[in-house]
């Protein structure tokens, strides 16, 4: 029998490939995701924040409680992107203290930055290192966030008070 020229291809069951629909319902899906998971990220970054602020209220606390218990000066030391800590041994010098979990050095999250740091009841704001002692100093460290200035207020008694852009926590 001689083929009819008249006669289209058959289509095979099965063939590879896929219809314009299909292809633009997975790039909504995919964009969908994409936006998600950047959203998502942005609220860590905020949490992660928040979580390093609260994490240094904290610290500052142990620190004036611990020079106290000891009896022994602890600094704390202001570094560009990050803090450490120091303490004044027997002989009157001041060696790094790394004693994990609480005092190691740590940097700042993403978004933080150092605002100042004000002792006592001084107008400055240059200072660079904290320094406790079997008393506690008053003080004010300010660091610029995301979304404005949060303040950790430190009282004579060692009590760290936080105060974030648009709320307070002790």
């Known amino acids: 029998m001689i083929p009819s020229p008249m006669r289209a291809p058959a289509r095979r ?67 560009s992107d990050g803090y450490r800590f120091s303490a004044l041994d027997p002989d009157d010098n001041w060696r790094p203290l790394n004693d994990p979990p609480v005092f190691t050095e740590k940097a700042l999250p993403a978004g933080l930055a150092w605002g100042g740091l004000r002792l006592g009841g001084s107008s400055e704001t240059g200072a660079t290192r904290l320094q406790f002692g079997v008393e506690t100093p008053e003080y004010e460290l300010r660091v610029t966030t995301p979304g404005g200035e949060a303040r950790l207020t430190g009282k004579a008694t060692g009590e760290v008070q936080l105060q974030m852009p648009g709320r307070t926590a002790s």
């Open 13 to 79: 069951a099965g063939s590879a490939g896929f219809t314009l629909i299909e292809v633009m319902v997975v790039l909504v899906i995919m964009g969908v995701m994409a936006t998600s998971l950047s959203i998502g990220l942005d609220s860590l970054r905020g949490r992660d924040a928040d979580q390093a602020l609260k994490r240094l209220r904290l610290v500052l606390e142990a620190t004036a409680d611990r020079a106290v218990v000891r009896g022994r000066p602890i600094a704390l030391e202001l570094l």
